[in-house]
């Protein structure tokens, strides 16, 4: 696939901050959370990834079960020996329960259809539509996701080289997919992985109509 230029400029995907996204039900950064209620989170979050109740857990760490429940909702901040008691109880070492506190949030992008825009690519003039399902503000492009569509319109065939790697899975129809030398069968539901430098393409549309998505994954 070559390089995208934007059919049409629309308001890029926003980026929220650790604030807004407490507003709007994400979660914040973690950082901007009291450490007694992040310890908490995370012992809870443990206590039940081990299918314990609070009365199990308090019982195994020697604590009162009132206690626990103030600790995992961050209004009591335990000791160090207790801490270490519930990590003995839970199966895991202190270091992993700090280490899972201090995780730091990051960004989360959220393009509803009405913001994803469609692109032009090598593949529009043969009849392909291309929609671009995230933008990427960064330096440098990470990857790229696609959803294409293609149809009976089409009388031929282009053929895509470019760096990095692509997937794609099927969502509608049947393709044979070329890869170099090879072609490859394509339905609903299949994955496909394959080096993007590699001249590549849609072989023969089987169906009326076929969609999927492409995602590009360039190298750091």
Do not use: W
Request: charge should be positive; proline fraction near 5%.
């Amino acid at each position: 696939m070559a390089n995208l230029k934007d059919t049409k400029r629309q308001s890029g995907p926003k980026l929220m901050t650790s604030k807004q996204a407490s507003k709007a039900g994400a979660p914040a950064d973690k950082a901007t959370v009291p450490l007694e209620r992040r310890i908490g989170e995370v012992i809870k979050q443990l206590r039940l990834a081990a299918n314990l109740t609070i009365a199990e857990l308090s019982a195994g760490a020697g604590l009162s079960g009132p206690m626990l429940s103030r600790i995992e909702n961050g209004v009591a901040m335990a000791s160090l020996d207790s801490l270490e008691r519930l990590c003995d109880a839970l199966g895991v070492g202190l270091s992993d329960l700090f280490r899972q506190t201090d995780q730091k949030g990051g960004t989360a992008q959220l393009l509803k259809k009405s913001e994803q825009m469609d692109v032009v690519r090598v593949g529009t003039k043969y009849g392909y539509t291309y929609r671009l399902l995230s933008y990427d503000k960064g330096p440098r492009k990470l990857f790229e996701p696609f959803l294409v569509e293609m149809d009976k319109k089409s009388q031929s065939y282009p053929r895509f080289s470019h760096p990095g790697t692509e997937f794609i899975f099927m969502l509608q129809g049947r393709v044979e997919y070329r890869f170099g030398d090879n072609t490859y069968l394509l339905e609903p539901g299949d994955a496909f992985t394959f080096t993007g430098e590699v001249v590549h393409g849609p072989e023969r549309l089987l169906d009326d109509r076929a969609k999927f998505l492409a995602i590009i994954f360039y190298a750091e």
